[in-house]
């Protein structure tokens, strides 16, 4: 199993730390705006996979209507508000899961946390992501985010599990800003945000040759 690179969570929860405390304004306006826009709750909480799998609650704006307060077919786009697209593509949504940060249950990057539902769907191979925190940002949010397929995605997350260092959450750091204010890959091709991973599609067993004696 892969080690963390030394000093991360000390350096995760530095960072987390004092980014709350300077965005405390940021936080503000945005609770402001989605009372104002969405009503009430203004926090999103969702129970997600962590690692190892073990399931913790993120922590994000609400960016969405309530099920029943929906237009037409219940769908993420029906639901999504013009408040909630560009807390998305602002990323300002995920503020708050810096919270989750400093309570360990995720690091600043690393795999992005997804449903517990997928933990069944994943080859042995995907699976690997869960070998270390799921991050805020990660190699798949700054090599393409919602416009790869679920297939790449994941062989990023398992790439970056074998060879993450300090130096690449760093370069990942930065490219992230790069990526936010580009606002690039927030959706994917015909869907509001991502669509459900539903699995890998297994490869179709070579034909067996016909051992039978002439």
Not at 9 to 22: E, G, S
Not at 59 to 77: E, I, Y
Not at 170 to 184: G, Q
Request: hydrophobic letters at 40%.
């Amino acid at each position: 199993m892969p080690r963390p690179a030394p000093g991360k969570r000390i350096f995760d929860t530095i960072v987390a730390a004092v980014l709350l405390v300077l965005v405390t304004p940021v936080l503000a306006v945005v609770a402001v705006l989605v009372v104002v826009g969405l009503g009430r709750p203004v926090l999103f909480r969702q129970c997600r996979a962590g690692l190892h799998g073990q399931p913790f609650e993120v922590v994000k704006f609400r960016t969405m209507r309530p099920p029943n307060q929906a237009r037409g077919p219940l769908g993420d786009g029906d639901r999504l508000t013009p408040l909630g697209r560009w807390l998305r593509a602002t990323s300002l949504d995920e503020l708050p899961t810096l919270w989750n940060v400093l309570r360990g249950d995720m690091s600043l990057v690393g795999p992005r946390p997804l449903l517990p539902e997928y933990l069944d769907r994943y080859s042995p191979s995907q699976a690997r992501r869960h070998e270390v925190r799921p991050g805020v940002t990660g190699l798949a949010q700054v090599r393409g985010r919602n416009s790869l397929s679920w297939e790449e995605k994941l062989d990023l997350d398992v790439r970056y599990v074998d060879t993450h260092t300090f130096r690449l959450d760093l370069s990942i750091l930065v490219a992230t800003v790069r990526t936010v204010l580009r606002r690039e890959g927030i959706n994917a091709a015909g869907s509001a945000t991502a669509p459900e991973f539903l699995g890998t599609p297994r490869r179709p067993a070579p034909p067996q040759r016909d051992r039978t004696p002439a």
